[in-house]
């Protein structure tokens, strides 16, 4: 994976940024030596590593717009980072670039209860807010499965789901608003604690920005009532065509369940080693469909899914009983990736959307892949919504392996994309995917994006590297080449 | 008159917009123009008719997707998923008689560019919870997409929430995909009667807090529950407050049981079943009351829910000639003023500075929307980013110049 060459002039400035930061964020706010530097050399994506030229904590939204302002002034790139679980590079350093953690942001400002929102800093994990409102019978809704540390920032950089967004949403779908830092260190709102936005949605455009556009300071989420109950059922089936087809089914019929998720044997295989979760071994197939809601509802819900499941040939059907019982159902499903951990050295875990009919043909074309590369894979499925997490596994310390599962990786995404999908569901672009985005893009696509990020941030030094395949300078990309007088009037029909 | 240009297929859409470009001649896009009297007037030479882009692409009920040329009627969408039990679930309102127009007529195109967004909002999302992913023509004359045509994606930026409420000035749509759900199998309606404004919003906190999953929540003061076509809500001859619910039959008889039970101290309690529960929503959502008498300036306000009562209370200690209603729980406001000069900018956007949110002119004859601010001002770094936004997509300012603000 190329980063931009680093600026070996801004490296050569070193010291002097060292404390020019120092007289924004005084103490120990400015990290400049390589042994705490090397905390920050890495995100979720583990197979990338980059030392920053110097890490900044800020602690107040004043410090994050001066270092921002400063950066841009001297032309320095700069890196955000949250908790650092981007499984997709979001968060990886730069040599000639400052690294900003928002990690002393870990306050929750506000709670309005009666507004049902609360206003939180960004560096506050995802759990968090949950851990803050529960207590009065609220939560917060997306739930992705790094929601222990993953922090609300960086759910908004990159617009995370998790396994109920079908039915509740991903993050932009429940914030309300932003304060946020521009390159250029100048402070906007977006939003509040009310619905949508008097002029464009910027909202919208910066959650899943990827830390591209501006850096979040404070967020405004919605926070919603717990459902009454919340009931599963584990359905195994023979083959994924009737696992695919009974999830189908399920949302013909009306139905939308709060999580359905997929497992394929070899998952089903691993996790059930792991945990012990009651998984049948001998099915191909297994699905958890979880209701939640008012109790009348979910006990009624229940019955119909379970029809549609052995209409659909389920071999296997269980009904939690308990709490306690359906928290084992998912234990296996939660523990999908450590579990995936325990029976090879590596793997890498892959996030592409498919539509959901499609599953039965890439679920065999993965078979061929995988084949082809030599290397296991196992597949979770966020089968309401299409979002396909295949993880392959492979072992870093054989030469040439995880080239070999890259390419293996890069060959699924643009399988999702090929049968109508999407590169990403969840996990965003990032170093993962960028060089695969012309696969999903054209070059006006693309460039049209990228003219947004010029609006935004038109020196291209916040966050450089992720997301665009190639950088363009932001004048040549405005310019628009026109030919006065020599485009006919459309022939078009009048009136 | 503007000279009109009709598309029928993208290409000419590009053709028509590359020769504005070159030639810096704004176009005023439009479908039906049943929502044309909103924004800044306009003052292009040229329009440009996207309603004969039509027809349904795509519909797989069981993807819970839709591909749809934004010409299309909302009533031809809503006629088809209805017959897979499906539904828009973002209800988008049929304006168009808030300006003295036919019903109907609005495109999902319509939608797009207004971000529409009914009673369901607070629990199901607006139009830009909904498109999914979109082909457009920028101003520039390219084609281009963005977005996906799966419900799951972060691929890219997210442009689809981007053109949501940017009311045409970014890109003119030639496809959209939108997301689509399942529709309830019952609805119905627990009313409360005789509270204040204030005491509405308090039992619609309630309400929404509770784990009963509502669906709409508004409050009809009793000048405005006496419009109501509903004769339990009309006969009331008091303030009306609506709270919905929506599921299956027995799921809907519990929590209206259960919600009755949580609200008895607030007042009587009524309930409405099937037909009189989807008329009264239709008519909040449409805005029904104040179709007449259409000289009556017409303002649409977005607060946080418990401060709808209190901005209210401020702009009728000036002006005791204002009608309202709310919906969202209090956080949405219509707002019914006399016709007057200034069309009650300065107490409306005062009290709403005060609070947090945004205030829209909805309906104003077209002088007034041409020199009051119909968006709400934005603080001075914001608008130039918005105007920056727009360069990006539009840089010879020729799709619907000035509808929003000068220069977007």
Known sequence: ?495 | MPETFVPHGISDVADVIRWAAAEAKPLDLHGHRSKAQLGRPSQSGYALDLSRLHGILDYEPAELVMTVRPGTLIGDIEKQLAAQNQMLAFEPPDLGPLWGGPTNRGTLGGAIGCNLAGPRRFKAGAMRDHLLGFVAVSGRGEIFKAGGKVVKNVTGYDLPKLVCGAYGTLAALTEATIKVLPAPEKTRTVLIFGLDDAKAAQAMAVAASSPHEVSGLAHLPAGIAAKSGVGYVAQAQQAVTAIRVEGTDVSVKARCEALRDLLKDFGALEELHSMNSSWLWREIRDVSYFVLPQDRVLWRISTAPMAGPVVMAKIVAVRPDAEAFYDWGGGLIWLSLAPGEDAGEPPVRGAVAKHGGHATLIRADAALRGTISVFHPQPPALADLARRVKESFDPMNILNPGRMAAGI
């Open chain 1, 1 to 495: 994976m190329l980063m931009p060459a680093p600026e070996q002039e801004i490296i050569a400035q070193r010291l002097e940024l060292i404390a020019a930061l120092r007289q924004i964020v005084p103490g120990e706010g400015v990290i400049a030596d390589e042994t705490s530097l090397r905390a920050f050399e890495c995100d979720g994506l583990t197979a990338y590593r980059q030392l920053p030229l110097v890490a900044v904590l800020p602690s107040d939204t004043q410090q994050v717009s001066a270092v921002l302002k400063l950066c841009n002034e001297r032309g320095v790139k700069v890196v955000p980072r949250g908790a650092g679980t981007s499984l997709s590079g979001g968060a990886l350093p730069l040599a000639d670039g400052v690294l900003l953690g928002m990690g002393k942001f870990n306050r929750v400002l506000e709670i309005d209860w009666d507004n049902r929102c609360a206003v939180v800093q960004p560096g506050v994990t995802n759990l968090g807010i949950t851990r803050a409102v529960e207590h009065r019978g609220f939560y917060y809704a997306p739930d992705p499965s790094s929601q222990i540390a993953c922090t609300i920032g960086g759910n908004v950089a990159e617009n995370s789901g998790g396994v109920h967004c079908l039915k509740y949403g991903l993050t932009t779908n429940n914030i309300l608003g932003v304060e946020m830092v521009l390159m250029n260190g100048e402070i906007v709102r977006l939003g509040g604690k009310h619905l949508d936005a008097e002029g464009y949605d910027l909202l919208g455009l910066i959650c899943g920005s990827e830390g591209l556009l501006g850096v979040i300071t404070e967020v405004t989420v919605r926070i919603l009532p717990k459902p009454a109950t919340q009931r599963a059922l584990l359905a195994g089936f023979p083959s994924s065509e009737a696992a695919g087809d009974c999830v189908a089914k399920v949302i013909a019929a009306g139905i939308i369940p709060g999580g359905m998720e997929m497992m394929d044997r070899p998952a089903i295989h691993a996790a059930e080693d792991f945990v012990h979760a009651g998984y049948p071994r001998d099915v191909e197939a297994l699905l958890i469909i979880e209701l939640d809601g008012p109790s009348a509802e979910v006990d009624d819900l229940l019955a119909r899914v379970k029809a549609i499941a052995e209409l659909c040939g389920s071999t296997y059907l269980r009904v939690s009983q308990s709490e306690e019982e359906r928290l084992t159902f998912w234990a296996g499903r939660k523990a999908a990736f450590p579990a995936v951990g325990r029976i090879s050295p590596d793997y890498l875990c892959m996030d592409g959307t498919i539509p959901r009919k499609r599953l039965p043909d890439v679920l065999t074309r993965m078979t061929e892949l995988s084949e082809k590369y030599g290397l296991r894979v196992a597949n979770v499925f966020h089968a309401g919504d299409g979002n396909l997490h295949p993880l392959i596994l492979y072992d870093a310390n054989n030469p040439g392996e995880l080239e070999r599962a890259e390419a293996f990786g890069a060959d699924i995404l643009r399988l999702c994309v090929e049968v109508g999908g999407v590169l990403t569901g969840e996990h965003g672009v990032g170093v993962e995917k960028r060089d695969l985005m012309p696969a999903m893009f054209s070059e006006t696509d693309l460039a049209q994006q990228e003219r947004v990020k010029c609006a935004f941030d038109p020196n291209h030094r916040l966050n450089p590297g992720k997301v665009f395949p190639q950088l363009h300078r932001c004048a040549e990309m405005g310019k628009m080449h026109v030919h006065k007088g020599k485009i006919a009037f459309p022939d078009l029909p009048r009136f």
